[in-house]
Every structure is written in structure tokens, then in C-alpha cells.
């Protein structure tokens, strides 16, 4: 199993320009979520699924648009890339709540710079 | 206002030291606590805690929920150098919501 994967590793975008990140699980969990972290500062929830074709504002939704079309990925789309956006991008999925586990799986995060 | 809130920020020890970091939430819906540990990249989980005052422990480390006082608590015993990491809680929400504290920096000296 490779876990939460996400693409790309790093980018730099400029002013105004768009891009997707993408996040892959091979785990079947149900729900997956998007974090920024900035320097000094834990993570921020952006959006979050719990499903299949669902999604859900986080913390700090601006900016971002999100889509889940299949189960085991999970889209962070920014329009018009800000410096604002400046950040590290983590992905994590977890499974339903079954009793006994809450926790969550991280992907190896995206460290996008935006000029 | 912060749903999550950790404290120290940072801490520098010696090797050998005990240390405990804390985390106090926000009761509003809430269902669990995490802890993470961070060292270069993505988290890595410790514990989840979801009643109180049953101490979860793994080798050196523990933790301890207090839902009367809504808090939670990270003990780490005879600190290595190993342990130097940025430690994250996390409060899960019955919304799916989480909220993450904005973590302690531990330093451990040789």
C-alpha cells in the first residue's frame, strides 16, 4: 500500500494563475481532508469529504475549491493563485468512526510558493 | 477564538529530562483528542484519546484526557535527542471538523 500520496512534491506558481493538487489513497477510507500549514501555526482545515461526490468547507475555505469524484482521490484546486496561498498543502484520510480509531493518515504534504 | 490551544509554544531540555506538554479544547461537539508528532514532514500519530483520565502509553510517551477540565496532557520520559519534534494536538469535532493547536517545539540537547 502506498498510503496518501500527493502531486505534485513542490511548485511555484505566479500571481493570478491556477493549479490542482492532487491526493490519492489506496486505503478505501471514507473521509479525506486538505490542511495549509504555515510557518509557527498548526494545521488549518480548507475543505473535507466524507464521501464520495460530497465536500465541506474547513477553517479557511477561501480561495480553494475542492472536488471528490472518485473515493480515493481528493482535489484542492486554487483559481487565482494568491501569496496568501503561500504554504505547505498536507492531504489525510482516514475511515469511518468504527469505536475504537479516529485517526487520521498523512500524505508527505506539497510545498507551493505563489510570486 | 482558537478551539485548540497547546502550551509552551517551545522547549528546550537536556537528555534524560521529563517533559509535559499541554493541550487545552474546546467542548462544543467534541468527540476526540489526537496527538501527533512532526519532525520534517507530515505528522505522524501518537494517541487518541476519547475518555478521560484513561492514560494511553507507548514506550516513553503518554497521555491523559480531562474532559472535566478540558485538557489533555503529553508526558515524554528520559527525552532522547530522537524526540525533537514540533508536537501537534488536534481536537476532533462530531461535524468531522478538526482543529489543530498550533504545536510545541520540543528541543532536546544532548
Known amino acids: 500500500n502506498a498510503g496518501v500520496t500527493q502531486t505534485p512534491k513542490f511548485r511555484v506558481l505566479k500571481t493570478g494563475q491556477s493549479m490542482t493538487l492532487l491526493c490519492a489513497q489506496d486505503?478505501?477510507?471514507?473521509?479525506m481532508y486538505w490542511y495549509r500549514q504555515d510557518p509557527g501555526m498548526g494545521l488549518r482545515l480548507i475543505h473535507y469529504?466524507?464521501?464520495?461526490?460530497?465536500?465541506a468547507k474547513g477553517e479557511v475555505p477561501d480561495g480553494y475549491n475542492v472536488s471528490r469524484l472518485k473515493k480515493q482521490n481528493f482535489l484542492l484546486g486554487l483559481e487565482s493563485a494568491a501569496p496568501s496561498q503561500t504554504s505547505v498543502y498536507f492531504c489525510?484520510?482516514?475511515?469511518?468512526?468504527?469505536?475504537?480509531?479516529?485517526?487520521?493518515?498523512f500524505g508527505p504534504g506539497t510545498r507551493l510558493t505563489v510570486l | 477564538e482558537d478551539k485548540v490551544v497547546q502550551s509552551p509554544l517551545s522547549l528546550v531540555v537536556h537528555e534524560g529530562d521529563t517533559v509535559t506538554l499541554n493541550c487545552s479544547y474546546e467542548?462544543?461537539?467534541?468527540?476526540?483528542l489526537l496527538w501527533y508528532k512532526q519532525e520534517k514532514k507530515a505528522p505522524t500519530f501518537l494517541f487518541m484519546l476519547?475518555?478521560?483520565?484513561i492514560e494511553k502509553k507507548s514506550g516513553r510517551l503518554s497521555s491523559i484526557l480531562d474532559k472535566k477540565e478540558l485538557f489533555s496532557i503529553l508526558n515524554i520520559t528520559a527525552t532522547q535527542t530522537g524526540d525533537s519534534a514540533v508536537y501537534l494536538c488536534?481536537?476532533?469535532?462530531?461535524?468531522?471538523?478538526?482543529?489543530f493547536g498550533a504545536g510545541t517545539r520540543l528541543t532536546v540537547k544532548p
Open positions: 486505503m478505501n477510507h471514507e473521509y
Open positions: 489525510a484520510s482516514s475511515p469511518p468512526r468504527t469505536g475504537w480509531t479516529d485517526t487520521q493518515y
Open positions: 476519547t475518555s478521560s483520565g
Open positions: 467542548v462544543t461537539n467534541f468527540r476526540s
Open positions: 488536534a481536537g476532533r469535532y462530531n461535524n468531522n471538523d478538526m482543529r
Open positions: 469529504s466524507v464521501g464520495e461526490g460530497t465536500t
